[in-house]
């Protein structure tokens, strides 16, 4: 089964910073990449996702990932990070033909103001 | 918006008690999951529906575990006898194609807390 890892479990950043959150999955086949995010007290949110074409993908508020397969990677950025985007971040992987999604453990963000 | 709700938000059970936890998906949804994070932990896939049967499940998804969609709109989670480590926020997703191509709307989670 696939699998996922991120690699920093809590990131402080000051706003303007920029953001790299790193994602790397485990799994031989073809994968569907997500990012979500869950704002304090709210649900799982899609920030983003790739399902095949151009690696660079391009979410909602400024988020960007680049799915890198050579690396198994599917990082997550922000060129300038705002007090608002304080939240937890979760990278999800299924494999294609499968309905199981698996998440890594998180990374929560700090962004102080 | 359409939006996938869960009741309750909140639910407090004694070990050994059984836990029924409710699910509407968007109505027309076809896939439905259920996840659970236990508190500082990550986000684990419990099993997937589709077709009135479970297309998938995890190794968590043990026979204490079971699901139901009971009418046209509910998609039910059950617990038969809960234990402590069973504490956890529990998350109904739900999507008009599957995983593997569509995206996942989550509830907003039912927490658990087992004493």
């Known amino acids: 089964a696939q699998s996922v890892s991120q690699h920093n479990h809590h990131v402080i950043l000051s706003e303007a910073a920029s953001l790299e959150l790193g994602c790397n999955y485990s799994?031989?086949?073809?994968?569907?990449l997500f990012w979500y995010v869950q704002y304090p007290g709210q649900h799982l949110q899609l920030l983003l996702k790739y399902f095949s074409g151009d690696p660079l993908v391009k979410g909602i508020k400024g988020f960007e990932a680049e799915f890198i397969k050579s690396k198994f990677s599917f990082n997550l950025r922000k060129p300038s990070v705002q007090w608002s985007d304080t939240a937890e971040y979760f990278c999800?992987?299924?494999?294609?033909?499968?309905?199981?999604?698996?998440f890594g453990a998180g990374t929560r963000l700090t962004v102080k103001p | 918006e359409p939006e996938v709700t869960q009741t309750p938000s909140h639910q407090v059970t004694q070990m050994g008690q059984e836990v029924i936890l409710r699910c509407v998906p968007i109505?027309?949804?076809?896939?439905f999951y259920w996840y659970r994070q236990i508190l500082g932990q990550k986000v684990e896939f419990l099993v997937s529906?589709?077709?009135?049967?479970?297309?998938?499940k995890s190794e968590i998804f043990d026979d204490q575990f079971s699901v139901e969609r009971p009418d046209g709109s509910n998609f039910t989670l059950k617990i038969r006898s809960t234990k402590l480590e069973d504490s956890a926020m529990y998350f109904c997703?739900?999507?008009?194609?599957?995983?593997?191509?569509?995206?996942?709307?989550f509830g907003e989670g039912s927490r658990l807390t087992v004493l």
């Open positions: 529906f589709y077709n009135n049967e479970i297309s998938e």
């Open positions: 109505s027309n949804h076809l896939y």
């Open positions: 997703a739900s999507s008009g194609r599957g995983a593997n191509t569509g995206e996942l709307f």
């Open positions: 999800a992987v299924n494999a294609y033909n499968n309905n199981d999604m698996r």
């Open positions: 799994y031989g086949g073809t994968v569907n």
